[in-house]
């Protein structure tokens, strides 16, 4: 990779890492107050669905600087986020470690609940679970 490619890459990197920080603060802000209200419970719900989306949006930023195609589009999700556990010889390291996927794969199930059950109550205790997830993926 040349160095105009490399310092683009960096660079897109630090700007999604950066969303990826803006979108935890605002679930922080959010789960704090999650015991006053329904409101609340639904927002912070929304963002963990935006969290989701944006650690996708990083590694779809990485899969194509590197490796590029999914060939199974069907399971794109599922193999982009599989991808990200691989360390690709000579090409770059593993993004993130089996354990992080894991917590990522209970988010994507929530975010897809989150996005599909549009008749479906938002479960209170499944939401505080998945703070406790994206807060252990950040750790």
Same mark, same amino acid.
Request: hydrophobic share 40%; charged share 30%.
């Given at each position: ?11 897109? @990197?630090?700007?999604? !890492?950066?969303? @990826? ?10 789960? *704090?107050?999650?015991?006053?209200? !329904? =409101? ?7 963002? #963990?669905?935006?969290?989701? =989306? ?9 899969? =194509? ?5 999914? %060939? ?10 599989? +991808? ?5 010889? =000579? @090409?770059?390291? %593993? ?7 894991? !917590? #990522? ?11 599909? *059950?549009? +008749? *479906? ?9 998945? @703070?406790?997830? *994206?807060?252990? #993926?950040?750790?």
């Amino acid at each position: 990779m040349d160095r105009a490619r490399l310092k683009l890459l960096e660079t897109e @990197i630090q700007d999604q !890492l950066d969303k @990826i920080e803006q979108v935890y603060g605002e679930l922080e802000d959010r789960a *704090a107050h999650i015991d006053h209200s !329904l =409101g609340y419970v639904e927002s912070v719900a929304y963002q #963990l669905h935006n969290l989701y =989306g944006a650690v996708e949006d990083l590694f779809k930023i990485v899969a =194509g600087a590197f490796e590029n195609n999914i %060939a199974d589009l069907s399971r794109w999700h599922t193999e982009l986020l599989r +991808r990200m556990t691989l360390t690709i010889e =000579g @090409i770059r390291p %593993a993004l993130i470690s089996k354990e992080s996927a894991e !917590l #990522l794969v209970e988010l994507r199930s929530f975010r897809h609940r989150f996005c599909h *059950a549009y +008749r *479906a109550q938002l479960d209170s205790r499944r939401v505080r679970e998945n @703070i406790e997830r *994206a807060r252990l #993926l950040r750790s």
